[in-house]
T-cell receptor, first 114, second 114 residues
Framework: GNSVTQMEGPVTLSEEAFLTINCTYT??????LFWYVQYPGEGLQLLLK?????DKGSNKGFEATYRKETTSFHLEKGSVQVSDSAVYFC?????????????FGRGTQLTVWP | GAGVSQSPSNKVTEKGKDVELRCDPI?????LYWYRQSLGQGLEFLIY????????KSGLPSDRFSAERTGGSVSTLTIQRTQQEDSAVYLC????????????FGPGTRLTVL
């Protein structure tokens, strides 16, 4: 079946540090992959996505590359800011009989200190 | 334009009572989704409506849960005879169509069953 495993948090970094949040997936076929972010007191919003192998999604300085060979979609940012403090969710879009569903990881809480 | 809206934002109820949660999707979005976010289970898919097709109800946890979508727009999630384990944040999302498209999430309804 479909599932997503992401790095357990919380992650605490100083401003301008490098960020990696690991995400691996299990799926049949070639799912779309997403990173969603939930800022304090706000709803989930899409951060970036990739729809096929070797695609790189990017937004707001964050990047993730769809790696079929390692079934991974790790989130990276070269220099985090205090405003990046949020919960990050990796997600997979179902196919076939599970079309329409998003399968989410458990979320990783990121706190960035000035 | 207006995003996905949900009401109420908070609902406190007693065990055994029925509750109704409402979702107004983004105008023009044909797909509508319900998810549940809880500490123990993370983010779980509940149900998916796509246009006039029969909904995918396979994520509903028990027959106490039901949902309908009237006129292809507003959706109501109903939980009958609520239990304490139903306490969670219920999230609604909508998209243009299919799982390759970004799902836009509402702010959620926090349900507390006493």
């Amino acid at each position: 079946g479909n599932s997503v495993t992401q790095m357990e948090g919380p992650v605490t970094l100083s401003e301008e540090a490098f960020l990696t949040i690991n995400c691996t997936y299990t799926a049949t076929g070639y799912p779309s992959l997403f990173w969603y972010v939930q800022y304090p007191g706000e709803g989930l919003q899409l951060l970036l996505k990739a729809t096929k192998a070797d695609d790189k999604g990017s937004n707001k300085g964050f990047e993730a590359t769809y790696r079929k060979e390692t079934t991974s979609f790790h989130l990276e940012k070269g220099s985090v800011q205090v405003s990046d403090s949020a919960v990050y969710f990796c997600a997979l879009g179902g196919r076939g009989s599970t079309l329409g569903r998003l399968y989410f990881g458990r979320g990783t809480q990121l706190t960035v200190w000035p | 334009g207006a995003g996905v809206s949900q009401s109420p934002s908070n609902k406190v109820t007693e065990k055994g009572k029925d509750v109704e949660l409402r979702c107004d999707p983004i105008s023009g979005h044909t797909a509508l989704y319900w998810y549940r976010q809880s500490l123990g289970q993370g983010l779980e898919f509940l149900i998916y409506f796509q246009g006039n097709s029969a909904p995918d109800k396979s994520g509903l946890p028990s027959d106490r849960f039901s949902a309908e979508r009237t006129g292809g727009s507003v959706s109501t999630l109903t939980i009958q005879r609520t239990q304490q384990e139903d306490s969670a944040v219920y999230l609604c999302a909508s998209s243009l169509a299919g799982s390759r498209d970004e799902q836009f999430f509402g702010p959620g309804t926090r349900l507390t069953v006493l």
